[in-house]
């Protein structure tokens, strides 16, 4: 039984039981609850959570990715500014990039306008902070994996249904 196979089920699929696991991977059940439970310990599985299409629970929610051009801190480089902007409860993700910016920031809010008062606020005051740019997501079309829109059918490069 090979990690990576555990680890691409649970990721398609983290409500699968431990039993089920096993019974794909032909293997033992105390093998895979074992298996799980080190990962989970090791810090390999850092959570679990369920991805919702909030377009059709009538709440209103609003998404923007927002690029930061940063100023690397002596000694951290950009730990501590990436710490910092982790640590406010609309940001859900933040990653170091190359390219054009530094930092990309997914942040959540009410509306489009509670996060563009989040962004002139709270965010580019940080020191070392230079610039940002906000990208409002209109329609996810997949998110995680998950096709949100049952209209877009996997389709080869022909654009034909792949199941026809």
């Not at 500014?81 to 609309?90: C, D, L, T, Y």
Request: some cysteine.
């Amino acid at each position: 039984m090979e990690m990576k196979q555990i680890l691409e089920l649970l990721q398609e699929d983290c409500t699968l039981s431990p039993a089920q696991i096993a019974v794909m991977l032909g293997t033992e059940e105390e093998t895979v609850k074992n298996a799980i439970a080190g990962y989970e310990k090791e810090g390999v599985i850092k959570g679990y959570h369920a991805l919702i299409n909030w377009e059709q629970t009538g709440v209103n929610r609003a998404t923007a990715l927002i690029e930061l051009r940063v100023t690397p801190q002596k000694d951290t480089g950009f730990d501590e500014i990436a710490g910092r902007v982790m640590n406010f409860p609309e940001v859900e993700s933040v990653y170091l990039m190359s390219g054009g910016y530094d930092l990309a920031v997914t942040v959540t809010g009410a509306t489009m306008s509670d996060i563009a008062k989040f962004v002139s606020k709270r965010l580019a005051p940080i020191g070392g902070v230079l610039s940002t740019a906000t990208h409002f997501v209109l329609t996810k079309y997949k998110d995680g994996g998950v096709v949100y829109n049952s209209d877009y059918e996997e389709r080869d490069e022909r654009g034909s249904n792949l199941c026809d």
